[in-house]
Nanobody
Framework: QVQLVESGGGLVQAGGSLRLSCAASGSIFSINAMGWYRQAPGKQRELVAHITGGGNTNYAGSVKGRFTISRDNAKNMVYLQMNSLKPEDTGVYYC??????????????WGQGTQVTVSS
């Protein structure tokens, strides 16, 4: 059984910063890509940032230059540093990971989400 657990959400004023963390645990053989998604009220879930197993990153245009995704492969963790936060960044942030349970058995996993609220 594999679990992804996010932490670090909260309430922050516009212009502030937050750092989200996501820890993967369980019977993990290796982790391929990892990412952060968010879902605002009444909207569809959208990709915020993505990092490959080799460390290549890409970002949604709305967060480029403000957010930074990183990972610690030794700890099976992924982070999202969010700076210059705006009210439109408000939403539930979900961690996602493409995880190998063995050399051939691969599944896609999601965390339970952490709320980020940016006040104006």
């Amino acid at each position: 059984q594999v679990q992804l657990v996010e932490s670090g959400g909260g309430l922050v004023q516009a212009g502030g910063s937050l750092r989200l963390s996501c820890a993967a645990s369980g019977s993990i053989f290796s982790i391929n890509a990892m990412g952060w998604y968010r879902q605002a009220p009444g909207k569809q879930r959208e990709l915020v940032a993505h990092i490959t197993g080799g460390g290549n990153t890409n970002y949604a245009g709305s967060v480029k230059g403000r957010f930074t995704i990183s990972r610690d492969n030794a700890k099976n963790m992924v982070y999202l540093q969010m700076n210059s936060l705006k009210p439109e960044d408000t939403g539930v942030y979900y961690c996602n990971a493409d995880i190998y349970l063995s050399g051939w058995h691969r599944n896609d996993y999601w965390g339970q989400g952490t709320q980020v609220t940016v006040s104006s």
